[in-house]
């Protein structure tokens, strides 16, 4: 009887397994944001499984930003908002800085209009190639058309 092992190629074998390796952020960066709920602290959109996602304590314009300890690559963003209450239009801003740099570099800027019952969750996933990451930016402006309205994320992920 012949001996026999399937394997896999190993350039198929390290995409697969690098589309699964999110990054553990509570280890490898510190959190930085405006406000936040304390019934939805930002720990909870950022635990790689699991959460029940961020929510601002104030209304209007937010920030969410993850200083790393170290500069990081990263190669995809996982973004999930949701909005299961209130019809609005939100724009983010998602921007980078690279280590020893003080400028942002914008990755994408994006509207989505929320108009619940029906359309309450706006996922985007980015295939990114970015290295020597210092500092990732997360902008929101919940409402473009009043400051009334309150920021919230289900979800953000980073893979290297």
Request: proline share 4%; no cysteine; charged share 20%.
């Amino acid at each position: 009887m012949m001996r026999k092992k399937q394997i896999l190629d190993t350039s198929q074998g390290s995409q697969a397994a690098a589309q699964f390796e999110w990054l553990n952020l509570s280890t490898l960066a510190q959190v930085e944001f405006s406000s936040e709920s304390p019934e939805y602290p930002i720990e909870e959109a950022l635990e790689v499984e699991g959460g029940k996602g961020w929510r601002s304590a104030l209304p209007g314009k937010q920030f969410i930003r993850i200083v790393f300890d170290i500069p990081q690559t990263i190669h995809k963003v996982f973004l999930l908002f949701e909005e299961n209450v209130q019809a609005r239009t939100q724009e983010f801003v998602l921007r980078y800085s690279s280590a020893g740099k003080e400028s942002f570099h914008t990755i994408v800027l994006q509207q989505y209009t929320f108009s619940p019952p029906h359309t309450t969750n706006q996922l985007e996933v980015y295939q990114v190639d970015l290295t020597n990451v210092q500092i990732l930016e997360l902008e929101i402006l919940p409402d473009i058309n009043t400051s009334n309205a309150f920021a919230s994320l289900k979800k953000l992920k980073l893979s290297s």
